[in-house]
């Protein structure tokens, strides 16, 4: 399973490494994901990957 967001959907974002010189070289972002137990809609209680976007405006439910 990869690490991205499962409300929102947040995952890696892609950019440039600019060093002294400024020269740019690709890289990767990765998001502030953390896994925490979430209660479901049906009340069952599961490990998932929630951003920390997502934990601080409280649009997930935690157990």
Same mark, same amino acid.
């Given at each position: 399973?990869?690490?991205?967001?499962?409300?929102?959907?947040?995952?890696?974002?892609?950019?440039?490494?600019?060093?002294?010189?400024?020269?740019? @070289?690709?890289?990767?972002?990765?998001?502030?994901?953390?896994?925490?137990?979430?209660?479901?809609?049906?009340?069952?209680? @599961?490990?998932?990957?929630?951003?920390?976007?997502?934990?601080?405006?409280?649009?997930?439910?935690?157990?």
């Amino acid at each position: 399973m990869s690490r991205v967001c499962s409300v929102c959907g947040k995952g890696k974002l892609s950019g440039n490494k600019v060093s002294h010189s400024n020269r740019r @070289t690709p890289r990767l972002y990765s998001a502030n994901v953390q896994k925490v137990k979430v209660v479901n809609e049906n009340g069952s209680v @599961t490990n998932e990957y929630v951003c920390a976007r997502c934990l601080k405006s409280d649009k997930v439910q935690r157990a």
